[in-house]
């Protein structure tokens, strides 16, 4: 049964850290792309950052610079590391993988497995 368990989440002060974790079952890490997508309230979910099979990373603009996706292929953990937070990335946080080819661009659509999500607050 293909599995995706996020944790990490919690809340902050603005310009603090956090580190989000994804442990994954079954094939699911062998998945081409992985990502983490964030949703606020009233909000669209967006994609924050995507790390490929080869270690490729692709970011939103909101992000760069500031947040770090790695992944552990011994453990099948996904990471996000989380600095320099700011209130508007306060927002429930995903971790996704897609078998396909497609998720470089970070579309929600073209992801197939999704876990249940961990919460980030930032207060200013």
């Known amino acids: 049964q293909v599995q995706l368990v996020e944790s990490g989440g919690g809340s902050v002060q603005a310009g603090g850290s956090l580190r989000l974790s994804c442990s994954a079952s079954?094939?699911?890490?062998?998945?081409?792309?992985k990502a983490w997508f964030r949703q606020a309230p009233g909000k669209e979910r967006e994609g924050a950052a995507v790390?490929?099979?080869?270690?490729?990373?692709n970011y939103a603009d909101s992000v760069k610079g500031r947040f770090t996706i790695s992944k552990d292929n011994a453990k099948n953990t996904l990471y996000l590391q989380m600095n320099s937070l700011k209130p508007e990335d306060t927002a429930m946080y995903y971790c996704?993988?897609?078998?396909?080819?497609?998720?470089?661009?970070?579309?929600?659509?073209?992801?197939?497995?999704w876990g249940q999500g961990t919460q980030v607050t930032v207060s200013s």
């Open positions: 996704a993988a897609d078998p396909g080819y497609s998720g470089w661009y970070l579309r929600p659509g073209d992801f197939g497995y």
């Open positions: 079954g094939s699911i890490f062998s998945s081409r792309y």
């Open positions: 790390i490929g099979v080869y270690g490729d990373t």
